[in-house]
């Protein structure tokens, strides 16, 4: 596709509830990543792909998140059992790892309601 | 560790010029970004610069590098309404992993 594209756009669901996120890169980005932007606050990284390598998972806040990638394709973020806290707009990016084309890119987010 | 830091608020009138600072400390970053999230919209790529650069100019925007002190800046000239938004600063650290700042949310009074 022409970018970013996530879904789906907003979420409510209940305390307790599994979600699953999902985010479809540009066409070969190698990179993909996904944040966390709570109401009225910065970037929270969350994980990082890169290509085929082990992905860095040192932004996720606890075990109930998760995050797969396959290939250099789609990348689903995974929250079990939600939490209040767990409220905020997912935001996925993906970068072309090339020379001079290092630019994020990124999707216009999910925004995800706990209640 | 890899760490960005930078304020979280800046308050200016209209006209007036905006500097927006940022620390960072992966010496091996190469490029470093500056990032606008408008109101409502996600975030896009302002402008960079190369870490072997001092400084880069594109109409408005300066952006200055001290590679020394590790420390990354954005100047709005001429500051409008319309640049109110939060701006994030960015590096490209070791293994290409593009680490954010939590933004500083600029307010341009009218």
């Known amino acids: 596709g022409a970018g970013v594209s996530q879904s789906p756009s907003n979420k409510v669901t209940e305390k307790g509830k599994d979600v699953e996120l999902r985010c479809d890169p540009i066409s070969g980005h190698t990179a993909l990543y996904w944040y966390r932007q709570r109401l009225g606050q910065g970037l929270e990284f969350l994980i990082y792909f890169q290509g085929n390598s082990a992905p860095d998972k040192s932004g996720l806040p606890s075990d109930r998140f998760s995050a797969e990638r396959t290939g250099e394709s789609v990348s689903t973020l995974t929250i079990q059992r939600t939490q209040q806290e767990d409220s905020a707009v997912y935001l996925c990016a993906s970068s072309l790892r090339q020379g001079m084309d290092t630019e994020a890119f990124f999707g216009q987010g999910t925004r995800l309601t706990v209640v | 560790g890899e760490d960005v830091e930078q304020s979280l608020f800046l308050s200016v009138r209209e006209g007036d010029s905006s500097v927006i600072n940022c620390t960072y400390t992966?010496?091996?970053?190469?490029?470093l970004y500056w990032y606008k999230q408008e109101p409502g919209a996600g975030l896009q790529l302002l402008t960079y610069?190369?870490?072997?650069?001092d400084m880069k100019q594109d109409q408005r925007l300066t952006v200055l590098l001290n590679k020394k002190d590790k420390h990354l800046s954005l100047r709005i000239a001429d500051t409008q309404t319309g640049d109110s938004a939060i701006y994030f600063c960015?590096?490209?650290?070791?293994?290409?992993?593009?680490?954010f700042g939590a933004g500083t949310r600029l307010f341009v009074k009218a």
């Open positions: 960015a590096e490209l650290a070791g293994g290409f992993k593009t680490i």
């Open positions: 610069i190369f870490s072997n650069m």
């Open positions: 992966d010496s091996s970053s190469t490029y």
